[in-house]
């Protein structure tokens, strides 16, 4: 069965400070991945997607980024974190139909906080 | 602008009645629709989904309908349990992406609460 995994779990960094997330499924090849981030008292907001690697698409221009070295490996980056960064970010996976839309599997998240 | 909108920010149900969450899109793109559970400081769990062939789906406790004339779906639980209590985010998608893998848009979710 395929798992996801996410770490760190929480996270507490000063503002202007470096920030690295990392993802990774196993169980399954080739998949589809995202970056969600979830601010207090809001839904989920799709930051980037990726549908291979070294391929990566942004749907919210921001001092973050997004990097997928390996097939299923997905990181989310920063060089000088904000305080509007703070928030819980989750990382999710689907099938790799490229254009087909499918049920999306999603981490436990990350919990961020910027000082 | 909010593409799928989840207008009550609560609901509190009693055990073993029903839950009715509901969910309304604006995009006429959007033909696939998912619907999610989650716990405070974990990722939402997938619960049920329905694509726009359809206008019902079921599974167990869970029954997703959709009228796709009124950009409207809605999520029954019956009968309402106390481990329902969580918030649940309605999704959507376009079923056929232009070119990627589309991620999914969120509502802003619903707290269910199950009153014993």
């Known amino acids: 069965s395929q798992t996801i995994h996410q770490w760190p779990a929480t996270l507490v960094q000063p503002v202007g400070s470096p920030l690295s997330l990392e993802c990774t499924v196993e169980?399954?090849?080739?998949?589809?991945l995202y970056w969600y981030r979830q601010a207090a008292g809001r839904g989920l907001q799709l930051l980037f997607y990726s549908v291979g690697i070294g391929q990566i698409s942004s749907e919210v221009p921001q001092n973050l980024s997004a990097s997928r070295p390996q097939d299923r490996q997905f990181i989310l980056s920063s060089k000088k974190l904000l305080l509007s960064d703070s928030g819980f970010y989750l990382c999710?996976?689907?099938?790799?139909?490229?254009?087909?839309?499918?049920?999306?599997?999603f981490g436990p998240g990350t919990r961020l906080t910027v000082l | 602008d909010q593409q799928v909108k989840q207008n009550s920010p609560s609901l509190s149900v009693q055990e073993g009645r029903i839950s009715i969450l509901n969910c309304d899109y604006t995009n006429s793109m959007f033909d696939y629709f998912l619907w999610y559970k989650k716990y405070p400081a974990e990722g939402p769990t997938f619960l049920i989904s329905?694509?726009?062939?359809?206008d019902k789906n079921e599974d167990g406790r869970f029954t997703v309908f959709l009228n796709k004339s009124a950009k409207h779906l809605s999520l029954h639980i019956v009968p309402s349990q106390p481990g329902d209590s969580a918030v649940y985010f309605c999704a959507a998608s376009p079923m056929y992406s232009g070119g990627g893998a589309d991620g999914l848009t969120f509502g802003k979710g619903t707290h269910l609460i199950i009153q014993p």
């Open positions: 169980g399954t090849s080739n998949p589809n």
């Open positions: 329905i694509s726009s062939i359809k």
């Open positions: 999710a996976w689907s099938g790799g139909r490229r254009r087909l839309a499918d049920t999306q599997y």
